[in-house]
């Protein structure tokens, strides 16, 4: 789990260490948490949902950008679960997230399933901080940005 502020390097790396994998010969997924949850729920709808959770089930590691940047309902919290439960001690997911720990349980709609879903990201997971200036914001200044271009 990457987390910290916004512009600090944590979907750069997630991205990185996806690449190296991939050039080790392992498969890659990389997606939105927001939009995942999109099309699971309308996989779901549709009747594809487990050639979805399938395809998911294929790839050695999972990337999950912006975990809980926008609230999960009831539903798709329980699709999410899906994933998260199937990949348990099977393959590896990182997350990134703007979310301190301690609240990631707001994420959910259901603080049993928010629970459980937590319960296994830091079981054998690795809970990393990034600090620091906001690499963006630093960019901007080096190349003379300003709020007003």
């Known amino acids: 789990m990457f987390y910290g502020k916004t512009g600090r390097g944590k979907t750069h790396l997630a991205t990185a260490l996806g690449m190296l994998a991939v050039e080790r010969g392992r498969s890659v997924r990389f997606r939105q948490t927001a939009e995942l949850v999109l099309q699971l729920g309308k996989a779901k709808r549709d009747g ?15 990337i999950l950008d912006e975990f809980g940047y926008v609230p999960f309902d009831i539903d798709g919290a329980r699709l999410l679960y899906q994933i998260i439960a199937g990949s348990y001690e099977r393959r590896s997911i990182i997350f990134t997230t703007n979310i301190e720990s301690g609240k990631w349980g707001t994420i959910f709609a259901d603080d049993k399933l928010a629970a459980a879903i937590i319960d296994r990201i830091v079981h054998h997971g690795r809970l990393i901080e990034f600090t620091g200036p906001s690499r963006r914001v630093s960019q901007a200044l080096m190349f003379g940005k300003t709020d007003n271009q």
Do not use: E, H, M, Y
């Not at 594809?48 to 999972?62: F, G, M």
């Open 48 to 62: 594809a949902l487990d050639s979805l959770l399938k395809d998911l089930a294929r790839a050695d590691l999972i």
